[in-house]
């Protein structure tokens, strides 16, 4: 059974850069894609990017400057960077693993619990 | 990126109530569109992929339908557990996105 964990700051500056892990078990990071999504507080779910088990990553066009998904295969882990951040970034950071449904169907099936990220001076 | 418009934005109903919540894309998604519950404080779970695949584990008063840009999220007669908030998504390209939500508040 796959488990998430997200870990990182809490607080971070605005200009500066979020980073955030997410810590895989129960399963191999080299089995399965990965995803990170995002919750402002009061607001909807936004989808932030994903990673393929090779290393492969497409991001949201509007966060794509800025976005690198990346993998630690020693660690079986996975990590979000965003750079230049805003209060507009501040928000719940969700990981989770993507499975295939079949032809294609992808839909994110486990997740963490969540972190709270707080973009402030 | 495609645009996912859920409507309503919010309803109230009564236990045993059946509801009707619905997903429209910008543009066409084929069946690419999964369903996912949030309660409070607490990650989603997927209910429903490509279109109208109940995930296992998920009762079946829940159901999908629909395909290329307007879809359906029922379910047959409402739960207390069932009081939420559901969010479609769409994979239908690289880019995905999901709808605003659909609080399911009681009546």
């Known amino acids: 059974q796959v488990q998430l964990q997200e870990s990182g700051p809490g607080l971070v500056k605005p200009s500066e850069t979020l980073a955030l892990t997410c810590s895989v078990s129960?399963?191999?990071?080299?089995?399965?894609?990965w995803g990170w999504i995002r919750q402002p507080p009061g607001k909807g779910l936004e989808w932030i990017g994903n990673?393929?088990?090779?290393?492969?990553?497409d991001y949201k066009s509007s966060l794509k400057s800025r976005v690198t998904i990346s993998l630690d295969t020693s660690k079986n882990q996975f990590s979000l960077k965003l750079n230049s951040v805003t209060a507009a970034d501040t928000a719940v950071y969700y990981c989770?693993?993507?499975?295939?449904?079949?032809?294609?169907?992808?839909?994110?099936?486990?997740w963490g619990k969540g972190t709270k990220v707080t973009v402030s001076s | 990126d495609i645009q996912m418009t859920q409507s309503p934005s919010s309803l109230s109903a009564s236990v045993g109530d059946g509801v009707t919540i619905t997903c429209r894309a910008s543009?066409?998604?084929?069946?690419?569109l999964n369903w996912y519950q949030q309660k409070p404080g607490k990650a989603p779970k997927v209910l429903i992929c490509?279109?109208?695949s109940l995930q296992n584990g998920v009762p079946t008063r829940f159901s999908g339908s629909g395909s290329g840009t307007d879809f359906t999220l029922t379910i047959s007669s409402l739960q207390p557990e069932d009081f939420a908030t559901y969010f479609c998504?769409?994979?239908?390209?690289?880019?995905?996105?999901f709808g605003q939500g659909t609080k399911v508040e009681i009546k």
């Open positions: 543009q066409n998604i084929a069946n690419y």
């Open positions: 990673i393929d088990s090779i290393g492969k990553s």
């Open positions: 129960g399963g191999s990071i080299r089995s399965y894609y």
């Open positions: 490509g279109a109208s």
């Open positions: 998504q769409q994979t239908f390209t690289p880019s995905w996105t």
């Open positions: 989770a693993k993507i499975s295939d449904g079949g032809y294609r169907h992808y839909y994110m099936d486990v």
